[in-house]
DNA sequence: TGATGTGAACCCATTCACAGCC
DNA sequence: GGCTGTGAATGGGTTCACATCA
């Protein structure tokens, strides 16, 4: 059928597929084969409406009365997601964070492999990391071509994520995973995405401060607890 | 204004205050002591009157027709995300990941410090992770209260996070940082976030795959910046 | 009957535009 | 004059509720 016209899907859909994604994966894995919104959004934490709405940006999938068969709906958000290939990825800083990721598992399991780990760090450069030897930064262009790589993850420290992030550029490489604890700026056109740790657990410190004061944190529903002195 | 009643913050502008942070704790290392809207959200990839409102919600802390004053506005943030005391955390995992975290400075210099590691493994129960060696699981109540931890990293595999977050939850903390590739479900009450490294690249394969079509990834605006006028 | 798919209503986040103050 | 702080307008995302169809 007339391959899907391929609208955009909205960000924060987007956002959620991969949750999805994993849980059908899982799901085969038990043997299930059918599943409803109701019971996804139970596994994703969040609710039936939002599942129906995400996936009918695919197209429609689904069937009334029914549900939606696991190991279609898999390959179809594979398939938006461009995951039915791996992508090469190569990653710049072989310090702790980069070795972390270039052994993670998790990212060779879902889609992605990683060809290429390069640093300017001299005492790095031949190392063995997770299967790849480091090789230096003035390699990147030649790697990143040989290899059709375009996504690149920025693993270096803060002061150095912009020289990579433009070695990332002047490579030709159109999507880049941001690790570094700072803001890159890239030309138009060019892909980020950010992830920061220490981010992500200062924002745990204002909702656990917030607990502390007697100030609910979430604030979801009913009363139920009472603090009081 | 003076002891701001501390409204809660919207969850958009309490992601974005530690981005502002960093930024101002950078701007203080090169001397500078002043700063504007415009200048921030230039550092910051975002628009002026965005951090004007979010700036707005931690009270009336810049001058009009000047600007806001760098020491003072850090501090003000610090103090909002309850940064101004050290956050001991522990992480259930001492894995690749794990191990990444506990070494990871940038958490150290930001707020947090790491007290414990644990694991269910005897092989890696000894060894030395970040400064502190890896203790048994069945220990974590006891390193919980002992040393007054609020805030729990999972930073095992996916079969086993809710199992760790259920012993994080039973050991009494209140916030939790899941990197685990998966959801994991907590009582109401209990702070969650969640960080998926291969979520994240699913997210931009996409954008590539659609960078490769010929349709544009991002499309921003239109062709001339908005600069000038 | 039962669950999808989706317009409409609602709600939160972003942006505009300007009053207010330095 | 210049920049902040903020109501008002806009836009996007979520949720509701029901028509639709296997």
Known sequence: MSDTPRRRIPEAALGRLPIYLRILVDLTNDDVTQVSSEQLAELAAVNAAKVR?????????????????????????????????????????????GQALANFTGIAERGFHV????????????????????????????????????????ATPAQHAQEA???????????????????IS??????????????????????????NNGLRAVETGDSSDSVSA
Do not use: C
């Not at 068969?69 to 039915?84: A, D, P």
């Not at 992030?165 to 803001?183: E, K, Q, Y």
């Open 53 to 97: 709405k995400d996936l009918s940006y695919l197209g429609t999938y689904g069937t009334r009365g029914v549900g939606y068969e696991v190991k279609f709906l898999t390959y179809q958000i594979q398939r938006e997601l461009g995951l039915n290939q791996s992508w090469p990825v190569v990653i710049v800083g072989a310090g702790n964070l």
């Open 115 to 154: 060809v290429g780990v390069v640093d300017k760090d001299e005492s790095k450069i031949g190392q063995l990391v997770g299967g790849v030897r480091v090789r230096h930064a003035d390699e990147l262009q030649q790697i990143a071509s040989s290899k059709a790589v375009s996504i690149g993850i920025i």
């Open 165 to 183: 992030a433009d070695s990332l550029v002047r490579a030709g490489i159109g999507s880049i995973m941001n690790f570094a604890p700072t803001v």
């Open 186 to 211: 890239v030309p138009r056109g060019v892909n980020v995405r950010k992830v920061d740790l220490a981010l992500e657990l200062q924002i745990l410190s204002y909702y656990e401060q917030t607990r």
